[in-house]
């Protein structure tokens, strides 16, 4: 038995060692990939102007307007899904923690959500939008966003609560404190490091999307200026520009991916910092 046992541990920890690498040397290649093609093309005009006459068949211009309007887009749909997915999440593990069948439930609704494909999400709102003869704008691909978002958000801040030790809610509750105060000034304190990732992988999964703003935010070479206006972002400038057979163009896309990638990495750094800053406030047990 115990030989067994140790051929087994063996086994799996080659197995455990090659499938990191094989993920680590996925990512590097995918990494290097971006960057081999993405650099030669990179310039400050790139990231500075939007785009002039003939830029997609190789002329001047930049894409700044997909940058701003990524950047609208993402925050946007970030903060909105925020104002629901707190509430929501806090009532699932504080209000609703001793009925287990209802949050079972609630969990398996929002895992369905998740599953769902973004361009469900955009066909959906897409189609609403043509019943109400509502034009692409910002808003629109802003609230398409915000309702891809809000489950993953949800289920993200949800695992985080359940890390929430028992003893910490009766301790707050045997003090005289109400459901909402525990909930908003010792849980949701307790919680501000997991939410802060939450977060992050919320607003990654926004502004890296394509197919939930493909029908609904529109794209144009101007940076919008109000919320009725449309708006383009990284993944469709990506998408249009490798459809183009000019070679020029296509470098371009990968810039255009080259800055998304440096946008997200430098969201996760500060995420981290964050995270680290806020971990001296948990209740330690």
């Known amino acids: ?163 929430i030790p028992n003893g910490l809610l009766e301790s707050t509750f045997s003090l005289g404190a109400t459901l909402s105060e525990t909930s908003y000034r010792v849980v949701l304190r307790q919680c501000i490091p997991g939410f802060i990732t939450s977060i992050l992988l919320s607003f990654g999964r926004a502004i890296g999307d394509a197919a939930a703003v493909m029908f609904t935010a529109g794209f144009t070479d101007s940076i919008p200026t109000s919320l009725n206006q449309p708006a383009a972002t990284l993944p469709l400038s990506i998408f249009f520009q490798l459809s183009s057979p000019i070679p020029e163009v296509k470098a371009r896309a990968y810039t255009s991916a080259l800055v998304l990638t440096v946008i997200i990495l430098l969201i996760s750094i500060f995420a981290r910092y964050f995270s680290r800053k806020y971990e001296k406030n948990k209740i330690r047990f």
């Open 1 to 163: 038995m115990r030989k067994t046992s140790r051929i087994e541990e063996r086994f799996f920890r080659v197995l455990m060692f090659f499938s990191t690498a094989f993920i680590a040397i996925s990512l590097l290649l995918i990494v290097f990939s971006i960057v081999y093609k993405g650099l030669p093309s990179l310039s400050w005009e790139m990231l500075t102007q939007e785009p002039k006459g003939g830029f997609y068949f190789g002329k001047e211009g930049g894409i700044l307007n997909a940058i701003l309007g990524s950047f609208y887009l993402a925050i946007g749909a970030t903060l909105l899904a925020m104002l629901i997915a707190i509430p929501v999440a806090l009532f699932i593990n504080v209000h609703l923690r001793k009925y287990k069948k209802s949050t079972n439930f609630i969990r398996f609704l929002l895992d369905l959500m998740w599953g769902v494909p973004s361009i469900v999400y955009g066909a959906f709102a897409f189609g609403v939008m043509i019943y109400l003869g509502v034009r692409t704008s910002l808003l629109a691909g802003i609230i398409t966003v915000t309702l891809f978002i809000i489950p993953i958000m949800i289920r993200s801040f949800d695992e985080v609560l359940k890390t």
